[in-house]
């Protein structure tokens, strides 16, 4: 199939558009100059993955997708036909490292509906791109792992594996490119970071930049998932969580691959430019 342009000038829907990717796809876009949808519950553009009847009003119209999908509920199929017959030309979805390595996360669900969702996308006959992003860097300070960074313990599963920690930034960055610009069709582009870290590694650089201190304290699953059920995980939640972060502890997270130079011709940014970004405003204000 070769790319078209015709749908170019049609405005880009971008689900997931509150979240850590989604919101930096958005404002990319815009800056640019490009019409975007912001699309989720709470934006201004209604859209539930749970509710069918709210896909066919932000798909109307729209041109190319960022699709970033309910991860466990692989209603994915059913959203790329609904975006085939509304006329979408490209759909760019944002997937994950390891998904297609059997036992990666070990037996999580969402690892098979990330697959579903790119058999999807890739059957679809539309212009496709597929982002399999490793561990984000942005979980430190807004995301799953903020709380511990707050507290100023890092207590994870994770032993002394390493990983790339790849920045939200950079991710957004190649949705974008794949969004508006030729040469992204049919590629399937693995994201890391600059330089592997280990989590001691990641605890002394935020310390360093915030001024103050955390440090990482490695345990076992069932310690983690105790601390987790005393801030009022589930034991399910719990024990799904420590499942993510498996990869690292196993050596799966400690490659560095050249997605980010592949799509948009430069290195990927530095953890070092994460941490300055995102912690040395707080030593600021301390």
Known sequence: MTENTEYTTRPVLVTGATGMTGR??????RERGVPARAASRSSEWAFDWSDPATWDQVLEGA???????????????????????????????LSARGVDVPGYYGDREDAIA??????????????????????FAHNFSEGLLADQVRAGVLRLPAGDGAASWIDARDIADVAVAALTEPGHHGRTYVLSGARLLTLAEVAARISAA???A???????????VADRRGQGWTEEESREMAMVISPIERGNEA??????????????????DYVAEAFEREAEHA
């Open 24 to 29: 930096r796809v958005l404002a990319r876009l």
């Open 63 to 93: 041109g190319a997708v960022y699709l970033v999908q309910n991860d466990v509920d692989p209603r994915t199929p059913a959203f790329v036909a609904r975006a085939v017959a509304h006329g979408v030309g490209r759909i760019v979805q």
């Open 114 to 135: 990330h697959l579903v969702g790119e058999e999807a996308v890739k059957a679809s006959g539309l212009e496709w791109t597929v982002l399999r992003p490793g561990w």
């Open 210 to 212: 915030a001024g103050r």
């Open 214 to 224: 955390v440090r990482y304290e490695p345990v076992s699953v069932e310690e983690y």
């Open 255 to 272: 490659e560095l691959t050249t997605g980010v130079q592949e799509a948009l011709g430069r290195e990927p940014r530095d953890f070092s």
